[in-house]
């Protein structure tokens, strides 16, 4: 039986994948929630976002990195869920903010204005 697949369900899929590497590295079921880097947080190799990538594509049958996420833009669980939600339920998803990139470009705007008052 197929089973429809709702935002509850993408998350629910995620979240199992990402408990699943959690647990082969450590050995024991390690709690998180959107909020944690998937890096800086709970410690996911460049290698293991990979694979987790790789697994949630064969799930799903989607690469939402193909053409509509930047995968540099995945920091955090609620990061990949929304990359998700954007190819699956795109009327409901936000847009993705490199808060990195953004901030940048504005110290690099106030460095400029700074420069052009001298």
Known sequence: MLMTLTPERLQSVIHDKIRAILKE????DRPFSGSDKLSATLGLSSLDLAFLVADLEAEFGVDPFAKLVSITSIRSVDDLERAYRTAFFPETSTTLQDDGLA???DRAKVR?????RK
């Open 25 to 28: 590295r450590s050995g024991e």
């Open 112 to 116: 400029r204005a700074r420069r052009e």
């Open 103 to 105: 901030s940048a470009t």
